[in-house]
């Protein structure tokens, strides 16, 4: 394994054991899958380059326009919940009642 591709690895999997073990606040779980997303773009932008290849050269901006989506629609969830239960802690959200 090569020291880049370590350092892609390694980036996606703090991001995934920060998403699973520090799970007090919605906004720090997205910031963890942020920083998967942003490991991911990375490494599938310098793996195009690498190819030389023109038929993967969308990928990285499909997964770019995909982590865009999902960043809003997890910035709206964070303002909806932060209004309703008057905070952003995960404890407080209970999937039973919604």
Do not use: K, Y
């Amino acid at each position: 394994m090569t020291p880049v591709h370590f350092a892609f690895s390694s980036t996606f999997m703090l991001g995934l054991a920060g998403l699973a073990f520090h799970r007090t606040h919605l906004l720090s779980a997205l910031l963890c899958l942020e920083a998967m997303m942003l490991s991911l773009f990375i490494a599938l932008s310098t793996w195009t380059l690498q190819l030389d290849s023109t038929s993967f050269s969308a990928s990285p901006m499909l997964l770019l326009a995909f982590s865009a989506c999902e960043a809003s629609t997890g910035l709206a969830l964070l303002v909806a919940t932060a209004r309703t239960h008057g905070s952003d802690h995960l404890q407080s959200l209970n999937l039973l009642q919604c």
